[in-house]
């Protein structure tokens, strides 16, 4: 990647956390911690990696990415937006009864929506489903699940582990947004995770670590990601939730929280939107 598509995806990513907190801002609901620290993995996938066409959102052998942390939705509207599968004059409705982007992802209402979530733990089970499809189609076509840390403590989700595995689905690619918290406190507070790498490798799985608020170091994973054939991969992109808001960064109290007028000032003042 060259320097100048790293800054200039860097400074998306920028653009979509000022945006983001100016919906839920305006809106007085929603996710921000877990919208922020997934930013530059939606970002390196919907516009660097992903073959996929908004004009065409259901097409034939197109690359699926499942948001299986599905409070995070607002920052994947942004990207989807962004990309063009809905008009960005739709975002204002966010949250709204009857809207075209509800609280939680809608795979009926979304264009680019792939997989409708929110109950924790069913996108592993689900984009192994949609690689498998795609294999016995015979396209050479990825599925990328993002899923947070403390939703893999879901059982289920090791169900799909172990059934990746069995079935070397090498074209799905687990996005872990390892940030090290969860609704109400830390991983290590509510379930400690231990050694996560061992646990995905035990399951036979590859794992990948990567920088998740790099757009650069993420786009080099998925492409070592890809070279791995007959396991299914997961990387491990570290990240920080509530991540280019200070007072937000790494604290499970921004999980689901209304954002106040004075804190909204203190957040634009401090992503360069606009002065406190
Ligand atoms: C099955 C299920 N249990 C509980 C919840 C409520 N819930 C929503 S988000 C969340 C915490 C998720 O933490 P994590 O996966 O680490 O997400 P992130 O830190 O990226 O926001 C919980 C418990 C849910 N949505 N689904
Ligand atoms: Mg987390």
Same mark, same amino acid.
């Given at each position: 990647?060259?320097?100048?598509?790293?800054?200039?995806?860097?400074?998306?990513?920028? *653009?979509?956390?000022?945006?983001?907190?100016?919906?839920?801002?305006?809106?007085?609901?929603?996710?921000? =911690?877990?919208?922020?620290?997934?930013?530059? /993995?939606?970002?390196?996938?919907?516009?660097?990696?992903?073959?996929?066409?908004?004009?065409?959102?259901?097409?034939?052998?197109?690359?699926?990415?499942? @948001?299986?942390?599905?409070?995070?939705?607002?920052?994947?509207?942004?990207?989807?937006?962004?990309?063009?599968?809905?008009? *960005?004059?739709?975002?204002?409705?966010?949250?709204?009864?009857?809207?075209?982007?509800?609280?939680?992802?809608?795979?009926?209402?979304?264009?680019?929506?792939?997989?409708?979530?929110?109950?924790?733990? @069913?996108?592993?089970?689900?984009?192994?489903?949609?690689? @498998?499809?795609?294999?016995?189609? =015979?396209?050479?076509?990825?599925?990328?699940?993002?899923?947070?840390?403390?939703?893999?403590?879901?059982?289920?989700?090791?169900?799909?582990?172990?059934?990746?595995?069995?079935?070397?689905?090498?074209?799905?690619?687990?996005?872990?947004?390892?940030?090290?918290?969860?609704?109400?406190?830390?991983?290590?507070? /509510?379930?400690?995770?231990?050694?996560?790498?061992?646990?995905?490798?035990?399951?036979?799985?590859?794992?990948?670590?990567?920088?998740?608020?790099?757009?650069?170091?993420?786009?080099?994973?998925?492409?070592?990601?890809?070279?791995?054939?007959?396991?299914?991969?997961?990387?491990?992109?570290?990240?920080?939730?509530?991540?280019?808001?200070?007072?937000?960064?790494?604290?499970?109290?921004?999980?689901?929280?209304?954002?106040?007028?004075?804190?909204?000032?203190?957040?634009?003042?401090? @992503?360069?939107?606009?002065?406190?």
């Amino acid at each position: 990647m060259t320097n100048e598509r790293k800054e200039e995806l860097q400074r998306q990513c920028l *653009e979509f956390r000022n945006e983001l907190i100016d919906l839920l801002h305006s809106i007085q609901t929603g996710h921000p =911690g877990g919208s922020l620290s997934c930013t530059e /993995i939606l970002t390196a996938l919907y516009f660097e990696i992903m073959n996929v066409d908004p004009a065409n959102p259901c097409m034939e052998g197109r690359d699926h990415l499942i @948001l299986s942390k599905g409070h995070a939705a607002p920052m994947l509207y942004l990207a989807l937006a962004k990309k063009g599968y809905f008009p *960005e004059e739709e975002l204002k409705n966010l949250r709204q009864i009857d809207s075209m982007l509800q609280g939680h992802p809608c795979v009926h209402k979304t264009p680019g929506v792939e997989l409708s979530t929110g109950p924790l733990g @069913l996108g592993l089970s689900a984009g192994l489903g949609m690689a @498998l499809a795609d294999r016995i189609k =015979g396209y050479d076509a990825y599925t990328y699940v993002i899923m947070g840390d403390g939703e893999i403590q879901e059982g289920c989700i090791w169900e799909a582990a172990m059934s990746a595995s069995k079935f070397q689905a090498d074209h799905l690619i687990g996005i872990l947004d390892n940030n090290g918290v969860q609704l109400d406190g830390t991983n290590e507070e /509510i379930m400690p995770m231990g050694d996560i790498r061992a646990k995905w490798e035990s399951f036979g799985w590859d794992v990948i670590t990567c920088d998740g608020h790099d757009v650069e170091d993420i786009c080099n994973a998925v492409a070592e990601a890809k070279k791995i054939k007959g396991k299914p991969v997961l990387i491990q992109a570290r990240t920080v939730k509530g991540k280019g808001v200070s007072f937000m960064e790494g604290k499970n109290t921004w999980h689901g929280k209304a954002i106040s007028d004075e804190d909204y000032g203190k957040a634009k003042a401090e @992503l360069g939107g606009v002065k406190e």
